[in-house]
């Protein structure tokens, strides 16, 4: 059975209903449910058999705990919200850290906008309205890609991959090997764990329950990111400040402190013809931040 959202003739009546929210908006269960029941999300709830199981880990430990092997729970504001970024910014292509539930609700949204919006000529993606996850666990990879719905596995790629202990302006971070090679519209931070690695770097050790994470990935592809790029860091406040303190360029910031999330927005000239028609294609006029 066809969504309703995506029987619509045009994707003005979309944007309409989207322009009702805003970054705060979601922090309200009567906000998520309305937003779930107009893109009928509830689909990509189905539950298996592994969220069932009851872990033994102590709940202030389970984000921390190497022994916590249980997919966490959907958490429906963050994911409401990532959808309704995806939509109301056209986003093309996504870089996510990590996988779960978040690629499968940034998919579904581009494929709303694959549905409207087909292809975009002149614009210089090899694929577009596809979000790339970059994941170090297979084990996750393989619950994503089998909680997905099959219509949307052509809308995201996981590509799994090592991290290891760098120094960046002198403070230790991890660092992905191989991030995939593209120019993202939207970057969202939720990975590497503490767990991506046993090494250590001078005796610095991630692998502690008393650590938190530190990814400097972003910070070395910045100058690559173009006019328009958003950032969501998810909760991670730590590292969340890290990169505030070492971008060398002109990001708005903002800190929902209700929500647990950090959003970065690069404000700056468009770089060329091409950038300006990426903007005009993405930006609607909805509040973001």
Not at 13 to 20: G, S, Y
Not at 230 to 238: E, K, L, S
Request: positive net charge; aromatic residues 16%; charged residues 30%.
């Amino acid at each position: 059975m066809q969504r309703k959202s995506i029987k619509l003739k045009n994707f003005s009546p979309i944007i309409k209903f989207l322009k009702k929210f805003n970054l705060k908006s979601f922090n309200s269960k009567k906000n998520v449910n309305k937003y779930m029941g107009f893109f009928e999300l509830h689909r990509l709830l189905e539950k298996k058999e592994y969220d069932i199981k009851k872990g033994k880990v102590k709940s202030h430990l389970l984000t921390v705990s190497p022994k916590h092997k249980i997919p966490f729970e959907a958490d429906l504001p963050d994911l409401c919200r990532l959808h309704w970024i995806v939509l109301s910014r056209k986003i093309i292509n996504a870089l996510e850290f990590g996988s779960g539930f978040s690629t499968i609700f940034m998919a579904d949204a581009q494929s709303v906008l694959k549905k409207y919006f087909r292809s975009i000529n002149g614009l210089r993606y090899e694929k577009q309205f596809h979000t790339y996850s970059i994941e170090e666990s297979n084990y996750y990879s393989k619950i994503t890609q089998d909680r997905s719905p099959t219509y949307l596995k052509k809308f995201y790629s996981i590509i799994i991959g090592k991290a290891e202990i760098v120094t960046y302006n002198n403070h230790y971070a991890s660092k992905f090997k191989n991030l995939p090679n593209i120019s993202p519209d939207l970057i969202y931070l939720d990975g590497p764990s503490l767990y991506f690695t046993k090494k250590k770097l001078n005796g610095f050790s991630f692998s502690k329950i008393n650590r938190v994470p530190m990814a400097a990935d972003i910070l070395y592809i910045e100058y690559f990111l173009e006019p328009g790029t958003v950032i969501v860091v998810d909760g991670r406040t730590a590292n969340a400040r890290f990169l505030k303190d070492n971008f060398k360029r002109k990001w708005k910031y903002y800190h929902d402190e209700n929500g647990d999330c950090h959003y970065f927005e690069l404000n700056e000239k468009p770089l060329g013809k091409y950038n300006i028609k990426r903007l005009k294609f993405c930006l609607e006029k909805i509040k973001f931040i």
